[in-house]
């Protein structure tokens, strides 16, 4: 009998170890075990390999935890680091976007206004330009003054004068210092409605020529010239650079500095005028009246190259 007790209780050892026996049963057991050396000696050994077993799964429980939890931790590292970088891409991408936003947005106004002037039947515009050599020291100043009023011309540069019409094969050109005023019929057409104003050359480049990613290599800042408020609009660098001064209201180009460092340094300044010009500034038939009357006139035909232009 005592060996088939011991039997159904090494039957029960497992339900007995892990507490799944009923109150009966399990009283069974434990006053089999109170005396039963065997079946307490079995007992303990098994109890002793599951703890060890549970042990071992235990602990390979944790080391597979363990894994997963620094492949979690490595996997937020990379996603922090990936978050980062995009971030950063994601700045510097909004930064050239707004910068390119904001230089095409003052080359377009200025070329805009450009284009309206272009269009205007009166005008004057004062060009002085002022160049200095570091090399040899030297400087000089140019002025020229620009009239123009319902399709005719009067420039003023220095000692000289010229008067042109637009679409016109002919020029007259006055030297004052010499006296001599030259009337010339041309195989080409010197100007038309506008021509004068590419003097404003560099605003129609950055439009035409300046388009996308090139647009990237200007810079642009504020700053005041004779009281007004600019945008400037900078291409290069402190050694070698070109400045457009644009008013910030009135959208047109006041000023032009180029310098390379220690070589040399232009400046040029416009003034602009609408409707200001009056018929007389730009009548050449002022040449016929007592003033120029001792001043040499001289007709220069297509084929005369002996004389130079103004």
């Known amino acids: 009998m005592k060996n088939n007790d011991c039997d159904i209780v090494k039957d029960l050892s497992i339900q007995y170890i892990e507490d799944m026996l009923s109150s009966n049963s399990r009283e069974f057991v434990d006053n ?6 065997d079946c307490k000696k079995y007992y303990n050994d098994m109890n002793s390999n599951i703890f060890n077993e549970n042990i071992k799964n235990d602990k390979k429980d944790e080391i597979e935890i363990n894994h997963l939890k620094k492949i979690r931790n490595h996997m937020n590292f990379l996603k922090i680091i990936i978050t980062s970088i995009l971030i950063v891409i994601i700045v510097i991408m909004t930064t050239f976007s707004i910068k390119y936003y904001n230089i095409s ?3 377009n106004e200025a ?7 272009k269009n205007l039947d009166n005008y004057k515009l004062i060009q002085e330009t002022t160049y200095k050599n570091f090399l040899d020291n030297s400087m000089y100043t140019v002025k020229t003054t620009y009239y123009y009023k319902d ?3 009067k420039i003023e540069l220095g000692d000289g004068i010229r008067y042109l019409e637009d679409d016109s094969y002919n020029k007259i050109c006055v030297y004052n210092d010499l006296k001599q005023i030259e009337y010339y019929t041309q195989d080409f057409i010197e100007e038309k409605k506008g021509d004068t104003l590419n003097v404003f050359s560099n605003i129609r480049n950055y439009k035409t020529l300046e388009k996308g990613i090139s647009r990237l290599g200007l810079s642009l800042r504020e700053e005041r010239f004779n009281g007004i408020d600019c945008y400037v609009i900078r291409r290069g660098n402190n050694n ?6 644009i008013d910030k209201k009135q959208k047109v180009t006041l000023r032009m500095v180029e310098e390379e460092y220690m070589h040399h340094y232009c400046e040029t300044v416009y003034t602009f005028f609408e409707n200001m010009v009056k018929d007389e500034d730009v009548d050449s038939s002022i040449l016929n009246t007592e003033k120029y009357k001792n001043y040499e006139k001289k007709n220069i035909g297509i084929h005369d190259t002996k004389y130079k232009d103004l």
Do not use: A, F, Q, T
């Open 240 to 245: 070698s650079y070109r400045d457009i001064w």
């Open 32 to 37: 089999h075990l109170l005396n039963c050396k």
């Open 105 to 107: 947005n003052v080359i």
């Open 151 to 153: 399709g005719k011309y």
């Open 111 to 117: 070329y805009n206004k450009l284009e309206y002037m």
